[in-house]
């Protein structure tokens, strides 16, 4: 069974930084893509930043650029998501996903970690 288990989140200041944790387990995602999606209250959900797992290429959404970095660590399996200067407007539960590189569905979920940054 695959699993994606969040972790890291908290209440922060704004200017703060955080790091959230993906652990996974149950496959191997070689060829695939993790992400990080956030949904905060009342808002679709929106994509945050992606990394190739096999390659290390990543991408991100205009509104984290230059503050927030995804990586991921093969030996421990589990992606990260470095985030800095952090603003209220960040705010929202933070959630791991997966797909295989050559679809466009995000087949695997995590549950989630609440980030709330305070004004």
């Known amino acids: 069974q695959v699993q994606l288990v969040e972790s890291g989140g908290g209440l922060v200041q704004a200017g703060g930084s955080l790091r959230l944790s993906c652990a996974t387990s149950?496959?191997?995602?070689?060829?695939?893509?993790m992400a990080w999606f956030r949904q905060a209250p009342g808002k679709e959900r929106e994509f945050v930043a992606q990394?190739?797992?096999?390659?290390?290429?990543?991408d991100y959404a205009d509104s984290v650029k230059g503050r927030f970095t995804i990586s991921r660590d093969k030996a421990k399996n589990t992606v990260y998501l470095q985030m800095a200067s952090l603003k209220p407007e960040d705010t929202a539960i933070y959630l791991c996903a997966a797909k295989p590189s050559y679809g466009s569905t995000w087949r695997y979920w995590g549950q989630g970690t609440q980030v709330t940054v305070s004004s």
């Open positions: 990394i190739n797992w096999s390659y290390g290429s990543t």
């Open positions: 149950g496959r191997t995602f070689n060829n695939y893509y």
